[in-house]
């Protein structure tokens, strides 16, 4: 990918919300180890009204522009705490004025990679995925990073990347990206395969090693070639017979990172995002890393 189509480098949505904080920190030392610019984009909304008063329109402008300023400063201040120690990475801003989802879908076709909270501002109560994020997760065009408040300390450091696999070639992507990751961050891969999508061991009983052999077999074929790319990753291979997002979650709690395809096994054409990433994406206590293929 050239540098001229990863202008943004790490591109990051930011609206002051601890979410989006959380994304700013896990970006900024994406950045360092990938040696890339951070983009901080703060989109500030049109205002949309069926009446005209001047003066109310005026002051609500005026404060939206006041609040993004502030919205920027935490965000550089948050930047600049999460790599304390280490050289900083360049830091670009975007101030943008038009619908969220419309600036950061088409700022992600220019980016590494886009990270984003869970949620922001104004969450609908219960809700764990906010409406940008699940658009995002559809439609960005270039991989998606889910941060979340909580769960980017800096103990995580040491703790191994989760990859997902589900045997599809649609998933060697994400197996590439998870690569990747663990050998930049000096890290152990575990990867899981779920060969069923329901809870089927209880029904199976000796047959359990028949197809435990079969999830064995697909692991080394999807694994084999990224092993000799990366020989100084250490990879753990994890078989399962049960459905994969509980697994995933689970695991999660012990991972840094988790990545996920968009879609397995099973996905229908036009669905850009399976019943398991976004399950994985909106329970898991990690960061969770959704690439397309």
Same mark, same amino acid.
């Given at each position: 990918m050239s540098q001229s189509s990863t202008r943004f480098g790490m591109l990051v949505g930011i609206d002051g919300s601890p979410e989006s904080l959380a994304a700013v920190r896990w970006a900024a030392?994406?950045?360092?180890?990938?040696?890339?610019?951070?983009?901080?984009?703060?989109?500030?909304?049109p205002i949309i009204v069926s009446w005209s008063i001047e003066a109310v329109l005026s002051d609500y402008q005026g404060w939206q522009e006041d609040n993004a300023d502030n919205?920027?400063?935490?965000?550089?201040?948050?930047l600049c705490a999460a790599v304390d120690g280490s050289p900083a990475?360049?830091?670009?801003?975007?101030?943008?004025?038009?619908?969220?989802?419309?600036?950061?879908?088409?700022?992600?076709?220019?980016?590494? #990679?886009i990270v984003i909270g869970s949620r922001g501002l104004g969450p609908v109560? @219960?809700?764990? $995925? &906010? +409406? =940008? %994020?699940?658009?995002?997760?559809?439609?960005?065009?270039?991989?998606?990073?889910?941060?979340?408040?909580?769960?980017?300390?800096?103990?995580?450091?040491?703790?191994?990347?989760?990859?997902?696999?589900?045997?599809?070639p649609s998933s060697e992507a994400a197996i590439g990206f998870a690569f990747a990751e663990a050998s930049r961050r000096g890290v152990d891969l575990v990867a899981l395969h779920a060969w069923s999508d329901v809870a089927l061991f209880p029904?199976?009983?000796?047959?359990?090693?028949?197809?435990?052999?079969?999830?064995?077999?697909?692991?080394?074929?999807?694994?084999?070639?990224?092993?000799?790319?990366?020989?100084?990753?250490t990879v753990h291979r994890r078989i399962v017979c049960d459905k994969p997002a509980r697994w995933l979650i689970d695991e999660s709690r012990h991972?840094? #990172?988790?990545?996920?395809?968009?879609?397995?096994?099973?996905?229908?054409? @036009?669905?850009? $995002? &399976? +019943? =398991? %990433?976004?399950?994985?994406?909106?329970?898991?206590s990690a960061p969770v890393a959704v690439i397309r293929a």
């Open positions: 030392r994406a950045a360092v180890l990938r040696r890339r610019p951070v983009t901080l984009m703060h989109v500030v909304s919205v920027i400063k935490l965000a550089q201040e948050a990475p360049e830091v670009l801003v975007e101030r943008r004025h038009d619908g969220v989802m419309t600036e950061l879908t088409e700022a992600s076709g220019s980016a590494d #990679l109560g @219960g809700a764990v $995925l &906010g +409406s =940008v %994020s699940r658009g995002l997760l559809h439609h960005a065009r270039c991989p998606v990073v889910v941060a979340k408040d909580g769960v980017d300390s800096d103990t995580d450091r040491e703790l191994p990347v989760l990859l997902g696999i589900d045997g599809s029904i199976l009983g000796l047959d359990w090693h028949k197809f435990e052999d079969q999830g064995r077999e697909i692991l080394g074929e999807r694994l084999a070639g990224w092993q000799e790319q990366y020989p100084d990753v991972s840094q #990172l988790v990545v996920v395809g968009s879609r397995g096994r099973g996905g229908i054409s @036009g669905m850009l $995002l &399976g +019943s =398991v %990433s976004t399950a994985v994406v909106e329970s898991a």
